[in-house]
Every structure is written in structure tokens, then in C-alpha cells.
């Protein structure tokens, strides 16, 4: 069953948050949001995602989880011992007798001391990292299959609407061409009177009628439909389903600019409106 563009996946560890978000969109397109020191990762982590993905936006996010991850207490004894002369030497200036503050050193002095998180792009880190992201992918496109499913569930129903309603307008045609044909026929019987020749006079009320038929678009219209029907029942794209839906926006268009009656333009019209929910849905497919 085809998949929708939109969806969440999440996958966590101790370490890792990664939180994929799936949008809708013509093309493929993969953002991802990743830490620093998992920059010279991405274009690994890019290709797991752009070999699952085939359309929509898609954005990922990856985060350390600070509060399990191991830090690195580091000295930059340079920048120490160049504080701590100074702040020595200001004190015999000032004649200040008190132990140097060390504490204020490392932590007010800016680069003097500093926390190293101990993570980083390495083969065992990575490892760790590229299940989590196919986990987290797993995840996305279990949402996406369910999105999708409901998606086609909706498009089958709307498109049994639109054959429910294509039946009314076979049944209403098959009546105006019947009405609409004999007051042809008694309007060109009026005006040549009964001294023409029937075969005349049904010649005449044949090539009228022909301008108003629309046998051919009905069995068109009926064919679109009937595919439509089959195609939702497979691993169809939005494309294919858009591509049946302009079909029969094209088909009910023809329909409704012959045939100038009430009753069948309301059907036309109710056919439009299902056939475009059609058409957005079907854009939210892959």
C-alpha cells in the first residue's frame, strides 16, 4: 500500500534523541539536523535517509542526550599560568594578602578551563549511530503506512461516490435524449409541415441530437473510474491517481458544456468538488 508523505518517526537510546518529520512536497528533499562533532557523519546519515525516502520533504533531527553522555575536564595551562602571574602581580602591587583566587581562574577566565563531552565521529560511535537512524527510519515509515492507508481509504470512498454519481447522470442523459428528441422532432415537423419526408425529418433530428450526445464520454468517464477503482487497490503513487483525476475532470467538463440541463450540471458539479479532495489527498502520496 502507497505511503503518505507526512509522518513521525522517533527512535531514543541513553545516548541519542532522533526525530524524523516527513511534509509534503513535488520532490525529494532531506534536511538534517545534526551536532557539531557529527558533521563529518552526514553524508553517511544522508544516504541511509535518501535510499529510504522517494518523495516529500523530509527533516531529522539528532541530539546527544548531554545529561548521559561522559565530559572531559580540560586545563589550558597556558592560559592559567599567564591569569595567574598577572592576578599575582597585581596583588604585591596592592599589597593584598589572601591566597590567589584558582577558583575564579578557571571559572570566570575566559578558554582557561573548559568541558570536552566525550563523543565524537568515530567507526564504534558511528555504528551506534547508523542503527539508531535506520531504527528511527522504521519508526517514520510505519507512520507513513498508516497515513497512506488512511489516505487511499478516503480516495476509494470518494471515488465510489463519483461512480454512484456518474450512474445518475447515465440515467438522466438517457431521459433528456428521449424528451429531447421528440420536441426536436415535433419542432421540425412544425416548421416543414407533413408534406416532408420522414426520413428527412429524422436525418435532421439525428444530426441535432448528435451535438448533445455523450455516450462517448460516459463510457470514457465509466473506464477512468473503473481504473481509478483497481490501481487504489495496488502500490499506486499520487501521480498516477492525479493523472485518472484530470481524466475525469476532463470527461464531466465535456459532459456538462453539451448538455445545458439542471439536473445533470449538479451531478457535474458534485463530481468536481469530489474529484479535487481526490486530487489533494493523492498529493500526499509518494
Do not use: C
Not at 95 to 118: C, F, H, S, W
Request: glycine share 4%; proline share 1%.
Amino acid at each position: 500500500m502507497s505511503g503518505s508523505m507526512t509522518g513521525w518517526g522517533i527512535y531514543k537510546t541513553p545516548e541519542l534523541n532522533i526525530a524524523i518529520r516527513g511534509l509534503n512536497s513535488k520532490y525529494k528533499e532531506i534536511y538534517l539536523h545534526l551536532p557539531q562533532d557529527l558533521i563529518e557523519a552526514e553524508p553517511l546519515i544522508y544516504k541511509i535517509l535518501n535510499d529510504r525516502i522517494t518523495r516529500g520533504r523530509v527533516d531529522m533531527y539528532l541530539n546527544f542526550n548531554i545529561e548521559k553522555i561522559k565530559r572531559k575536564y580540560i586545563i589550558n595551562n597556558y592560559l592559567f599560568n599567564d591569569a595567574y602571574k598577572k592576578i599575582q602581580n597585581m596583588f604585591k602591587k596592592l599589597n593584598i594578602k589572601q591566597d590567589l583566587p584558582i577558583e575564579y581562574i578557571l571559572r570566570d577566565v575566559e578558554g582557561v578551563a573548559t568541558t570536552q563531552v566525550m563523543y565524537g565521529y568515530n567507526k564504534l560511535s558511528f555504528e551506534k549511530i547508523k542503527k539508531a537512524v535506520i531504527l528511527a527510519i522504521d519508526d517514520f515509515e510505519k507512520s507513513k503506512k498508516a497515513e497512506g492507508t488512511r489516505l487511499i481509504k478516503n480516495i476509494r470512498e470518494n471515488i465510489l461516490k463519483i461512480e454512484k454519481i456518474s450512474k445518475k447522470i447515465k440515467i438522466q442523459f438517457l431521459n433528456f435524449r428521449d424528451v429531447y428528441t421528440e420536441k426536436t422532432r415535433k419542432k421540425i415537423e412544425e416548421i416543414f409541415k407533413s408534406d416532408t419526408d420522414k426520413n428527412i425529418i429524422n436525418k435532421d433530428v439525428v444530426e441535432i441530437i448528435e451535438k448533445y450526445d455523450v455516450t462517448e464520454e460516459l463510457v470514457r468517464l465509466e473506464s477512468h473510474i473503473k481504473q481509478l477503482l483497481m490501481i487504489t487497490k495496488l502500490d499506486v503513487s499520487g501521480k498516477k491517481i492525479d493523472f485518472f483525476t484530470q481524466e475525469i475532470f476532463r470527461e464531466v467538463n465535456t459532459i456538462s458544456s453539451k448538455i445545458q440541463d439542471v439536473n445533470i450540471v449538479g451531478l457535474v458539479i458534485q463530481i468536481k468538488e469530489l474529484t479535487e479532495k481526490i486530487r489533494e489527498q493523492a498529493q500526499n502520496l509518494e
